[in-house]
């Protein structure tokens, strides 16, 4: 990442996160160390490490690690107080070799990481709406997890039941199951039987289902009102659906201008080819890096468009006669739709 040059006074940061404790470390513009300390993880500790950090000299910016989880909270009061703040994405292997592993040295590492403007990238906003979406598309996921878990337990429980109680369920559907085990009464006095037992766990199963239904209906109707807000076009595109735009919205954040091009988000979203050619042969090959959950979006908006949209079919038909395999067009095409979302985003946040 380019980063501008540290002039006389000024000094960067780097923070090494934890659960209970960070631990600061700040450098001049040679990269000489003017200090470390360690600093708890409540509101006057972060208020605290401001303040220390400004009283060794201007603070041009500051390395945080694991800005979306520990390192979530300084990261705010960090963009409260006007500091620029920069995601360090990896450890320094070489200077973990060289010199062992504290907390210390990688605070060090992470202030020389914000210094010279390697292994890091601009922080993501968390304090818009976004965030908000993000926060409930998480709930949802885990509650549908938490279904599928629930579901299984249930098809599971019944099959090693009795006769008797596999009887009384067989060729039900899905809702009238559960419906039917929902409102059953056993006998909880019996319960050390294991036929009532066993309806008793059913009973509880399928509460829990519905349960789940209902919670996931309540979220999915906030994160539908969330998307249309932030990035109503971004639903106006050929295959894109509320939960593939939620992605992509999630995955670049509050300030997608951080990401400075398509190219960049492309690459983030790991829909940027990456060159595997050889001699004569010229190649391109899949990139397994990146957000799998963007690219995984890309993947279904891309078959979505294989489908139904005209101008798609037309293009597969056209790649496919020039020798390209059915798997390079679909890279090819997720590069397409990655260059139309990225602009979407950037353009419609602007304009807001």
Known sequence: MNVTSLGEGQVAGGVDTHQDLHVAAVVDHTGKVLGTKSFPTTRHGYLSLITWMRSLGDVA???????????????????????????????????RRAQGKSDDYDAIAAALAALYGQRVQVAKDRSGQVEALRVLRTTRKTAIKCRRATLQE???TIVAASDKIREQYRGETRM???????????????????????????????????????EIADLDELIEKLVKELAGPLLEL???????????????????ERLGSEASFAMMCGACPIPASSGK???????????????????????SRI????????YVTRRLAEGLSKREVMRCLKRYV???VYHVLVNHKVAA
């Open 154 to 156: 249930l098809h599971n």
């Open 61 to 95: 910016r500051v390395g945080v690690e694991c800005t979306g989880s520990y390192g979530a909270g300084l990261t705010r009061y960090l963009g409260a107080a006007n500091i620029p703040t920069l995601e360090v994405t990896r450890p320094d292997k070489s200077l």
């Open 176 to 214: 009238h199951l559960l419906r039917k085990l929902a409102t059953s009464r056993p006998t909880r006095e019996s319960f050390r039987d294991p036929d009532i037992a066993t309806q008793i766990a059913l009973k509880s199963l399928a509460k829990r289902v519905l349960e789940l239904n209902d």
């Open 238 to 256: 050929p295959g894109m659906g509320v939960d593939s735009a939620g992605e992509f919205l999630v995955a670049a954040g509050d300030n997608p």
């Open 281 to 303: 042969t010229n190649r391109h090959r899949l990139n397994r890096g990146g957000n799998r959950q963007a690219n995984s979006a890309l993947h279904i908006v891309v078959l």
């Open 307 to 314: 489908r139904m949209d005209e101008r798609t079919q037309a």
């Open 338 to 340: 990655a260059r139309e």
